[in-house]
C-alpha cells in the first residue's frame, strides 16, 4: 500500500479547479478560494491529528505493528498538508499574475496618452 492514497489528491484538485475557474469572475472570487482552500485545508489537518481508533487488544497487534496501523488520519493530515501547500503554491502564482496584470493595465493607459 503506498503512503499516498488517490483520494487525498481531491481536495487540491477542487482548490485547483476553482482557482482556474475564478479567473473568469470578479478579482475577490481567487482570493476567496484560495483562503476557503486554506481554511479547509487546516480543518482537514486537525481532524486528522484528532482521529484515533485505538487496536482492540484481541486484535492481537502491538503498537509497533505498521500494517496493523489505522491509515485513515494520515490520509486526512496528508490531504490537508496537500491542500494547504497548493494554496501557497497558487497564493504566489495570483500575486505574480496579478502584478503582471496591474504592470500591463499601467503601460497600456501610459501608451493610450
Known amino acids: ?7 487525498v489528491w481531491i ?3 477542487v482548490i485547483a479547479v476553482g ?12 482570493w476567496g478560494v484560495l483562503c476557503a482552500g486554506a481554511v479547509i485545508s487546516v480543518l482537514f489537518l ?6 484515533s481508533s485505538p487496536l482492540s487488544p484481541d486484535s492481537g497487534c502491538t503498537r509497533e505493528q505498521v500494517q496493523c496501523m489505522d491509515w485513515r488520519p494520515v490520509y486526512w493530515l496528508e490531504s490537508g498538508l496537500i491542500g494547504f501547500v497548493c ?9 505574480v499574475a496579478e502584478i ?3 504592470f500591463d493595465t499601467r503601460a497600456s493607459v501610459n501608451s493610450a496618452r
Open 1 to 7: 500500500m503506498g503512503m499516498i492514497s488517490g483520494h
Open 11 to 13: 481536495l487540491p484538485a
Open 19 to 30: 482557482w482556474i475557474l475564478s479567473w473568469w469572475g470578479a478579482r475577490w472570487m481567487r
Open 46 to 51: 486537525v481532524a486528522g491529528s484528532q482521529l
Open 87 to 95: 494554496c501557497v503554491v497558487l497564493l504566489i502564482v495570483t500575486i
Open 100 to 102: 503582471v496584470i496591474r
